[in-house]
């Protein structure tokens, strides 16, 4: 059982290149959501999906945008980065109701 | 802006002592979770407490709710070097369409 994938781990990318942060869950839960965790800021919500096909903006989504094609996965696409994207991105599942959130192991974007 | 916001930002005790965090929250919440998280790592859930619930124990966890001042508070008690991590309170709104968001979070740090 894989829980919640991030792909990659590591990325480098300059200013105005794109590119696309992936997230799978096997878990069959019904949200999902990205976040961004900068020193001193803790997790700030980027976007968040509660159901296959809808998406919800979070408190930073500014420069991202976001899929959910499937009830397993959602990415998240920065098409022009900017170095004040320069973060560690990490993903989030879980079902419906009170019940706990389940995180990837993160990915760490630079961008140069 | 963000929904926990958790104090003190850090905190730094010696194996054996209690620990005690406290988060307070700008909006409703159908729920409050404490995460913890290792240097680097995905956060880990520690604990859940309902909106109808004003205290709840898991191990050596203790976690408080108190609506009317919007606030709650995590103890650890006899703490672990182990136990050094960042911890952060999430408040849930929304219903079926529950947006999780996050504070800053509070360092622990447990010397040996």
């Known amino acids: 059982n894989a829980g919640v994938t991030q792909t990659p781990k590591f990325q480098v990318l300059k200013t105005g290149q794109s590119m696309t942060l992936q997230c799978a869950q096997d878990m069959n839960h019904n949200s999902m959501y990205w976040y961004r965790q900068d020193p001193g800021m803790g997790l700030r919500l980027i976007y968040y999906?509660?159901?296959?096909?809808?998406?919800d903006k979070g408190e930073v989504p500014n420069g991202y945008n976001v899929s959910r094609l499937n009830k397993r996965e959602f990415s998240l696409r920065l098409e022009s980065a900017a170095p004040s994207q320069t973060s560690v991105y990490f993903c989030a599942s879980r079902v419906d109701g009170p019940t706990e959130a389940f995180f990837g192991q993160g990915t760490r974007l630079t961008v140069v | 802006s963000q929904q926990g916001e958790e104090d003190p930002q850090a905190l730094s005790i010696q194996e054996g002592e209690n620990a005690t965090m406290n988060c307070s929250y700008k909006t409703s919440i159908n729920n409050l979770q404490w995460y913890r998280q290792n240097s680097g790592r995905g956060l880990v859930h520690l604990i859940l407490i309902r909106s109808n619930e004003r205290e709840k124990h898991s191990g050596r966890l203790r976690v408080t709710l108190d609506t009317s001042k919007k606030s709650s508070s995590l103890l650890i008690t006899a703490s672990r070097a182990a136990d050094t991590a960042s911890y952060f309170c999430g408040g849930g709104s929304g219903g079926s369409n529950y947006k999780l968001t996050f504070g800053k979070g509070t360092l622990l740090t447990v010397n040996p």
């Open positions: 999906s509660a159901s296959e096909g809808t998406t």
